[in-house]
């Protein structure tokens, strides 16, 4: 079992920063891959970002490349996703991910809402 907790979400007007942090515990594991999903209202849920256990693989979603990084730090099993010059279509709730073997593991999910 693997839980993950996000925290950092809040208001923010576009143009703006937020940095969302996950802390995982339980079965963790620094050697899983950990990724940022989305889901706005009346959407699916949509990826945003992993990074490998190590760091040396990072992809991004289209939409928030060159906006927003994924970093991590393994000593405090702790995933972050900054994000930078904020849009209103960003407004969504961020889940933190990982899969442990066949098994997703998801957060409890983290409100960014960005004002126009």
């Known amino acids: 079992q693997v839980q993950l907790v996000e925290s950092g979400g809040g208001l923010v007007q576009a143009g703006g920063s937020l940095r969302l942090s996950c802390e995982a515990s339980?079965?963790?594991?620094?050697?899983?891959?950990m990724a940022w999903f989305r889901q706005a209202p009346g959407k699916e849920r949509e990826f945003v970002a992993d990074i490998s256990w190590n760091g040396a693989i990072i992809s991004y979603a289209v939409f928030v490349k060159g906006r927003f990084t994924i970093s991590r730090d393994n000593a405090k099993n702790t995933v972050y996703l900054q994000m930078n010059s904020l849009k209103p279509d960003d407004t969504a709730v961020y889940y933190c991910?990982?899969?442990?073997?066949?098994?997703?593991?998801w957060g409890q999910g983290a409100q960014v809402t960005v004002s126009s």
């Open positions: 339980g079965r963790t594991g620094s050697r899983y891959a």
């Open positions: 991910n990982t899969r442990v073997g066949a098994t997703d593991y």
